[in-house]
């Protein structure tokens, strides 16, 4: 029940995995015949993710993962483009891999707009639009919260970075392979994805990059990724990555159905039967898999014991910033008290998700609140 925080590895992508970790080893930036293989299935993957979000092979940089994509568009725009100009604007929901480059980039002399959020988390695209001055060279916006799962007005942000001809970067680590992401609709410049939040291995994810925007190497080194982000190509990690991709997205449509479903159903008995809840995030525009709950007087990290003994995993916030005691900046953000933000669990499902399961996470928390509530 914690599907945000990372999936399982589908069988496909393991399967498809394995020959490039077992015999079909070779380098791919090698010159013999047995590299040359292994670089034209990276390359055929490249092709591939590239048509999901309707951008062209050479716009797609393979990556570490979700955190390397924020650092890499952050970091890598402003010192392309920072000479003179040092204004930069994100909001204030953002993941820490943007928010925490954000604050370095401010250390170097940066001004960074954080720009806030209605009850329901969603971008104050008043607010975007007037911070706007002639400085600025980046807008960094997410396409959908990691916590509170809302979806943001992605389109209408490029638009407005489009008229201002300010560069767009999108994380779009919950939402590539879970709703429909297009570069040139969305007008996005950059764009951040993970493969562990689909299906995918750890530690492998892509950056698009829109072309014609020459920023300069990440990762200096040989000329692996046009000498954008040198180092040897992960291959197994990427030829999972792609196998994932290919899964989820031939079954998109299915999956947003059936996870609406179910998700609807979890909140509907939430707020019915479990006493003193509330639903974080806005009630429509939200990831199929996400719910968000403030319980009064459970404290989440308390709950989330609990419920750990009773085999259901959740999440008080995001994966990253379980080990805070600082309640979640994004349930400041949309107006939640201290105790109200520590006094929350986030619920998110996947495909292999079942009513039972939800059945059983429902019951086991309608016990233990009532449990807490009883002063155990
Ligand atoms: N951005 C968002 C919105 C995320 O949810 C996460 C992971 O939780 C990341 C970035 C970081 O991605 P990764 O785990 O691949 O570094």
């Known amino acids: 029940m914690d599907n945000a925080a990372t999936t399982i590895l589908a069988a496909e992508a393991k399967r498809a995995m394995i020959p490039f970790l077992d015999n079909k080893y070779a380098n791919p930036s090698a010159s013999y015949e047995f590299a040359k293989e292994n670089k034209k299935v990276i390359e ?24 390397e994509g924020d650092n890499f568009a952050v970091k890598q725009v402003c010192e392309t483009f920072g000479k003179n100009r040092k204004h930069i604007i994100t ?3 953002e993941h820490h891999a943007v928010l925490n480059t954000c604050k370095k980039m401010e250390e170097k002399g940066f001004k960074v ?22 400085d600025t060279i980046l807008i960094s916006v997410m396409h959908a919260n990691n916590e509170i799962g809302t979806i943001e007005q992605t389109e209408r942000i490029g638009l407005i970075a489009k008229k201002y001809g300010v560069l767009f970067h999108v994380d779009a680590v919950q939402t590539f392979c879970h709703i429909p992401v297009d570069v040139r609709y969305m007008n996005i410049d950059l764009l951040s994805t993970s493969a562990h939040k689909f299906n995918g291995p750890k530690g492998v994810g892509f950056i698009f990059v829109r072309e014609g925007i020459n920023v300069g190497s990440f990762m200096d080194g040989g000329m692996q990724e046009n000498g954008i982000r040198a180092g040897t190509s992960n291959v197994p990690g990427i030829v999972g990555m792609v196998e994932a991709a290919k899964l989820n997205y031939k079954s998109m449509a299915e999956n947003i159905k059936r996870e609406i479903a179910l998700r609807n159903y979890l909140i509907r008995r939430m707020v019915t039967e479990v006493p003193g809840v509330t639903l974080n995030g806005h009630p429509i525009y939200r990831l199929p898999n996400n719910a968000n709950f403030t319980i009064k007087g459970v404290n989440g990290m308390v709950l989330l014991v609990m419920l750990d003994l009773k085999g259901v995993c959740i999440s008080t916030a995001s994966a990253c910033s379980q080990t805070s005691k600082e309640p979640s900046h994004v349930l400041k953000a949309i107006g939640l008290s201290d105790e109200d933000a520590m006094n929350t669990i ?31």
Not at 44 to 67: D, Y
Not at 114 to 132: D, M, P, Q
Not at 351 to 369: H, L, P, R
């Open 113 to 134: 707009s954080y720009i806030g959020v209605n009850k329901y988390g969603r971008i104050n695209l008043n607010e975007l639009e007037k911070s706007i001055t002639k």
């Open 91 to 93: 909001s204030k929901i």
């Open 44 to 67: 055929g993957g490249r092709s591939i993710l590239a048509k999901m979000i309707n951008a062209s092979p050479n716009e797609i940089i393979f990556t570490s993962g979700g955190t």
């Open 346 to 376: 986030r619920i998110t499902l996947s495909k292999d998700i079942s009513k039972e399961d939800i059945d059983y996470t429902v019951n086991t928390i309608k016990s233990e609140v009532a449990k807490i509530y009883k002063g155990y």
